[in-house]
């Protein structure tokens, strides 16, 4: 199993950037595939951006491509969500998770952690 903990949420103005992170323990971090997702208020959980356990494949929901960049270091157990390029659209609690190998469904969350983008 894979216990995960982000961080790196805060206020932002628009324009702005910010980095998340997400630590997870666990000694089998590198075989998971990672994800974000969102949830902002009102609105369902949605999908952000996610990548391989090799971290050689990422893929990203349209409204934040160019803009968002998730990378990992297996090494550090640790997955990152950079931001650049904040629009207000983009408040919400952000959630990593964990795709568990043999279910292959996202089965670990961590708290989830918020950003908020001022016009």
């Known amino acids: 199993q894979v216990q995960l903990v982000e961080s790196g949420g805060g206020l932002v103005q628009a324009g702005g950037s910010l980095r998340l992170s997400c630590a997870a323990s666990g000694r089998t971090f590198s075989s998971y595939a990672m994800g974000w997702f969102r949830q902002a208020p009102g609105k369902e959980r949605e999908f952000v951006a996610g990548i391989r356990w090799s971290g050689d494949s990422t893929y990203y929901t349209d409204s934040v491509k ?36 043999t279910t292959r469904n996202y089965d670990y969350w961590g708290q989830g952690t918020q950003v908020t983008v001022s016009s």
Do not use: H, W
């Open 66 to 101: 160019g803009r968002f960049t998730i990378s990992r270091d297996n090494a550090k157990n640790t997955v990152y969500l950079q931001m650049n390029s904040l629009k207000p659209e983009d408040t919400a609690v952000y959630y990593c998770a964990g795709k568990d190998p």
